[in-house]
T-cell receptor, first 112, second 115 residues
């Protein structure tokens, strides 16, 4: 499974933007970049995904480097509810399966 | 609400016993995934079914088995339970076609405590 590298943790302040980085230097052309987050004792929650172009949705934006070897999840105005473990995942169809393989993720703390 | 329903939400059972966890995927989703999350292991992929057929196997023990039924709901059977099987078990589902760009939606999980 293709590997991603994230900081172990980050802190941000409420109502400020926060940029969550992810490196994926071994990404292949067909790998999708997915971001999920998980609040304590809850199931992982889909945030956003992209292939080559930057993506925006109601939760966040995803900025993908031109060489696709890194990406950044952008939360435009962090709220306390955004405090969670964030997972950056490369997803590919391999052996007929397109499962998600989770790494350790990055813990985001949002300060009031 | 992700649309993925898991039952039971909590379960306490003794070592050596057998339990069945049930998952109803989002309406129309053909893929079902099972994950295990324990404190020291993080989220581990167990198994995936697609339209009733096994598609991929991950770190699933031989004591565990799963199946997906014609109505697309899935069950995860855990037998000869050990203390180390205590964990949160998640079911997830995704799209009408198998594609890496599909979104996977997770249920709220089933808490299993083995005593």
């Amino acid at each position: 499974d293709a590997k991603t590298t994230q900081p172990n943790s980050m802190e941000s302040n409420e109502e400020e933007p926060v940029h969550l980085p992810c490196n994926h230097s071994t990404i292949s052309g067909t790998d999708y970049i997915h971001w999920y987050r998980q609040l304590p004792s809850q199931g992982p929650e889909y945030v956003i995904h992209g292939l080559t172009s930057n993506v925006n949705n109601r939760m966040a934006s995803l900025a993908i480097a031109e060489d696709r070897k890194s990406s950044t999840l952008i939360l435009h105005r962090a709220t306390l509810r955004d405090a969670a473990v964030y997972y950056c995942i490369l997803r590919r169809t391999q052996g007929g399966s397109e499962k998600l393989v989770f790494g350790k993720g990055m813990k985001l703390t949002v300060n009031p | 609400d992700s649309g993925v329903t898991q039952t039971p939400k909590h379960l306490i059972t003794a070592t050596g016993q057998r339990v069945t966890l049930r998952c109803s995927p989002r309406s129309g989703d053909l893929s079902v995934y099972w994950y295990q999350q324990s404190l020291d292991q993080g989220l581990q992929f167990l198994i995936q079914y697609y339209n009733g057929e096994e598609r991929a196997k991950g770190n699933i023990l031989e004591r565990f088995s799963a199946q997906q039924f014609p109505d697309l709901h899935s069950e995860l059977n855990l037998s000869s339970l050990e203390l180390g099987d205590s964990a949160l078990y998640f079911c997830a589902s995704s799209g009408k076609t198998a594609h890496s760009g599909n979104t996977i939606y997770f249920g709220e999980g089933s808490w299993l405590t083995v005593v």
